[in-house]
């Protein structure tokens, strides 16, 4: 988006001059779904597909949020010092941004008075490409800036994953606060979710390119079965540490699992546990195939991802299968699997790039065809995280 249309936007609504413009990616992730909160690995990279943020300051203790993305909005009104989430329908999209506030102050940072806030997101709504996470990070970088806040990027991350588990009351890991808040143009990040220690890896791939595709179906995490996904995988820990000593399923890997697997003794914990696991030494093998250059196995790796995620972890659906099944039919195509929690959302692919436009167009004729209406598809350049613009 142009920034002198943010600015007009901003003007329309609070009658006032803004001060400064951000913009904060969302993301996608090449491998490594649901091995988060697990204690796994995963292979995401920041998008240039995002969320944008129009600042201005007040001289009152109030903040003033508008959404240009939500039909018929109205600007949402709280207090600097108001530290209850909203539940009002109309108002929970505001806890994303309220809870990086709360939490800010809670760890004893200055914020001192109220500002007006626009967002005008171009992250399809419900895409499964992170807009929440890309929302806290916008909030936490605009607060670090423009109240001169002494805090590092990965405390940042930090707090949105603290916004989301405990202010919005979805249990996920912290891979989307991650990718967002450190990603790096060109780069996809390599990063251990147990230890946080990561690296960068320069996503090369060639005559190739990725795909996203959105079922256009909304989903909404934190009212889905992912947090009885987290609840299983933590069942699961519980019947093997009857003989093992594991805080997480990513610390075991597939023999083990094999081995000890009599403990689960349960057909859907099993096959829950078996996904974490199994996904997270799929991960590993993916980072080797990318760094050997090996994009062929990388896509049977990313189709195998998917698999795992149908059959075992149970979180795609009929509009997803419809796009990675689908995808896997067309020439130039290396993989697709869908991305982010499941249900819904969004699918990607690694294509041929003189092929691409084929591509979206057959998968895209099938995908009508059979859910009967049209899904989205966009191409995404790899950029780095949060800014001012």
């Not at 699918?347 to 691409?356: F, G, L, N, R, S």
Request: aromatic residues 10%; charged residues 25%; hydrophobic residues 35%.
């Amino acid at each position: 988006m142009d920034k002198q249309e943010l600015l007009k936007e901003y003007q329309d609504v609070f009658k006032g001059e803004a001060k400064d413009v951000f913009f904060s990616p969302g993301r996608i992730n090449v491998i490594g779904e649901h091995t988060d909160y697990n204690g796994g690995h995963v292979f995401p990279c920041a998008i240039s597909l995002g969320t944008f943020g129009v600042y201005g300051p007040r001289d009152d203790d109030k903040v003033q949020l508008y959404s240009a993305n939500m039909e018929g909005s109205t600007v949402v009104e709280f207090s600097i010092n108001d530290e209850k989430p909203e539940t009002d329908a109309d108002k929970t999209w505001t806890n994303y941004f309220k809870g990086m506030l709360v939490y800010l102050k809670q760890a004893g940072y200055q914020i001192d008075h109220g500002f007006n806030l626009l967002v005008h997101g171009n992250l399809p709504y419900g895409a499964g490409l992170s807009s929440s996470a890309s929302i806290e990070l916008l909030m936490g970088n605009l607060l670090k800036d423009e109240f001169n806040l002494d805090i590092d990027e990965i405390s940042l991350v930090k707090l949105g994953q603290k916004t989301e588990n405990d202010f919005v009351g979805l249990n996920s890991g912290i891979m989307d606060q991650f990718a967002v808040g450190m990603g790096k143009k060109d780069n996809a990040i390599f990063l251990d979710c147990s230890t946080l220690e990561y690296q960068y890896l320069p996503l090369k791939l060639g005559d190739y390119e990725i795909v996203i595709m959105s079922t256009n179906k909304k989903h909404s995490l934190a009212g889905s079965k992912y947090n009885e996904r987290v609840e299983q995988c933590e069942e699961a820990v519980k019947r093997l540490n009857q003989k093992l000593n594991i805080k997480k399923l990513g610390e075991l890997d597939e023999n083990t699992f094999d081995e000890y697997s009599y403990l689960i003794n349960d057909d859907v914990l099993i096959r829950r546990a078996r996904h974490a696991v199994a996904e997270n030494q799929r991960t590993l093998r993916a980072i080797e195939a990318m760094k050997a250059g090996d994009l062929e196995k990388l896509g049977r790796l990313i189709n195998a991802s998917h698999v795992s995620l149908h059959f075992d972890y149970e979180v795609t659906g009929k509009e997803l299968d419809t796009l990675a099944e689908t995808a896997w039919e067309q020439p130039g195509c290396l993989g697709a699997r869908m991305v982010g929690g499941g249900f819904a959302g969004s699918a990607i692919a690694i294509v041929k790039k003189d092929q691409a436009d084929a591509f979206k167009e057959n998968v895209g004729k099938v995908y009508r065809e059979t859910i009967g209406y049209d899904a989205s598809f966009y191409d995404a350049e790899i950029v780095d995280g949060p800014h001012k613009i």
